[in-house]
């Protein structure tokens, strides 16, 4: 199992849903691979002091979140060098085309500007094709936006192997839990949560290290509706925070929404809250033991890296023999 999270910003409540939980789940059941990918975030740009910063901070909140070094590589991707040399290989692979239709690019070329946004934007998901594929990945557990460039991944795998032999690299599916798939912005559940918008609004995003008075505070302010209680069909913004709550507390859609039936929003809401508070204490407190020991973090990142350079190396080589490198 392969997946990552870019150090891009602050983590939010749908990183912690879509991704990290169910990797912290499932960890017992696979091999585990998860990375930082800081060369995905240099595709938009970035302070340098503040890039490092973050990454030091998703590290701590990989392992706050319940990942166990003893059970998952936990690494840098730019501490493989693998990565970029397959990417490029897989760039060499994808017709323009296939890059050009990813929802991600368009929208976000769109709203940058065709001439502003920078060439690895539009490249990025060869560079992740090739996160998932030098580990032989089965599986990549990724929230529900993520899934065109999984279904990428397959193509470019599968067209390798037509073109070099079945085998040469390991086609991988994903895994895409119901639960919190896909947690919307508190201010606009028109559009998912992420962070970059949370660094500019920030009433979109509960942020994992949000203190409880915060994360109240935004709860309370979420949008609804006109409604005064909850009652089906529920607007956006409430289904989301159903879906949350239903989310933390491992229920349905359908329980939660029967747990709050002709319940005022104020009610949700202050439920909610609990929930979010209660399931972010005690990673919060583990972050903070994390952060006391930079060296050991540090000493984390930098054997899983040794380690995964070694499994990476043999994919690459396998790769490069195939199509034809010396
Ligand atoms: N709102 C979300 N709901 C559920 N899952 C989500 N993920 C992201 N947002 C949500 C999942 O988190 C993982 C890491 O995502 P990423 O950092 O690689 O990139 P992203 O999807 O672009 O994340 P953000 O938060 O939206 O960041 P920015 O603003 O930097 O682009 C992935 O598994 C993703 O599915």
Same mark, same amino acid.
């Given at each position: 199992?392969?997946?990552?999270?870019? =150090?891009?910003?602050?983590?939010?409540?749908?990183?912690?849903?879509?991704?990290?939980?169910?990797?912290? /789940?499932?960890?017992?059941?696979?091999?585990?691979?998860?990375?930082?990918?800081?060369?995905?975030?240099?595709?938009?740009?970035?302070?340098?002091?503040?890039?490092?910063?973050?990454?030091? #901070?998703?590290?701590?909140?990989?392992?706050?979140?319940?990942?166990?070094?003893?059970?998952?590589?936990?690494?840098?991707?730019?501490?493989?060098?693998?990565?970029?040399?397959?990417?490029?290989?897989?760039?060499?692979?994808?017709?323009?085309?296939?890059?050009?239709?990813?929802?991600?690019?368009?929208? /976000?070329?769109?709203?940058?500007?065709? #001439?502003?946004?920078?060439?690895?934007?539009?490249?990025? =998901?060869?560079?992740?094709?090739?996160?998932?594929?030098?580990?032989?990945?089965?599986?990549?557990?990724?929230?529900?936006?993520?899934?065109?460039?999984?279904?990428?991944?397959?193509?470019?795998?599968?067209?390798?192997?037509?073109?070099?032999? #079945?085998?040469?690299?390991?086609?991988?599916?994903?895994?895409?839990?119901?639960?919190?798939?896909?947690?919307?912005?508190?201010?606009?559940?028109?559009?998912?949560?992420?962070?970059?918008?949370?660094?500019?609004?920030?009433?979109?995003?509960?942020?994992?290290?949000?203190? =409880?008075?915060?994360? /109240?505070?935004?709860?309370?302010?979420?949008?609804?509706?006109?409604?005064?209680?909850?009652?089906?069909?529920?607007?956006?913004?409430?289904?989301?925070?159903?879906?949350?709550?239903?989310?933390?507390?491992?229920?349905?859609?359908?329980?939660?929404?029967?747990?709050?039936?002709? @319940?005022?929003?104020?009610?949700? @809401?202050?439920?909610?809250?609990?929930?979010?508070?209660?399931?972010?204490?005690?990673?919060?407190?583990?972050?903070?033991?994390?952060?006391?020991?930079?060296?050991?973090?540090?000493?984390?990142?930098?054997?899983?890296?040794?380690?995964?350079?070694?499994?990476?190396?043999?994919?690459?080589?396998?790769?490069?023999?195939?199509?034809?490198?010396?």
């Amino acid at each position: 199992m392969l997946s990552g999270i870019q =150090p891009t910003g602050s983590l939010h409540i749908g990183n912690y849903l879509g991704a990290l939980r169910n990797w912290v /789940r499932e960890q017992d059941r696979y091999e585990n691979y998860f990375c930082i990918v800081d060369l995905h975030a240099l595709t938009v740009p970035q302070d340098p002091e503040v890039l490092r910063a973050k990454t030091l #901070e998703v590290a701590a909140l990989y392992l706050a979140s319940g990942l166990d070094p003893a059970r998952c590589e936990i690494f840098l991707q730019s501490h493989v060098a693998a990565h970029t040399q397959l990417g490029w290989i897989m760039e060499c692979l994808t017709p323009m085309g296939w890059l050009e239709r990813m929802t991600q690019f368009k929208a /976000r070329s769109q709203a940058q500007g065709r #001439e502003r946004v920078g060439t690895g934007l539009f490249t990025y =998901p060869a560079l992740m094709a090739a996160d998932i594929l030098l580990y032989d990945a089965d599986l990549v557990p990724v929230g529900d936006d993520q899934r065109q460039h999984i279904e990428y991944s397959r193509d470019v795998a599968q067209r390798m192997n037509s073109m070099y032999g #079945e085998g040469t690299v390991h086609v991988p599916a994903p895994l895409i839990r119901d639960a919190g798939a896909r947690v919307m912005g508190l201010d606009d559940p028109t559009v998912k949560m992420s962070k970059s918008i949370g660094a500019a609004r920030p009433a979109h995003a509960i942020f994992m290290l949000d203190p =409880p008075d915060v994360i /109240r505070r935004k709860v309370s302010r979420a949008q609804t509706d006109a409604e005064p209680a909850v009652r089906p069909p529920v607007g956006a913004g409430v289904a989301n925070l159903l879906d949350m709550y239903a989310a933390l507390n491992d229920l349905s859609r359908d329980s939660a929404v029967e747990h709050f039936s002709s @319940k005022p929003y104020s009610v949700l @809401k202050s439920e909610t809250a609990d929930v979010l508070i209660g399931a972010l204490e005690p990673i919060q407190t583990r972050y903070a033991e994390l952060r006391a020991d930079e060296a050991g973090l540090r000493r984390v990142l930098g054997e899983s890296a040794s380690r995964a350079r070694v499994v990476a190396a043999a994919t690459l080589e396998r790769v490069q023999h195939a199509v034809g490198l010396l």
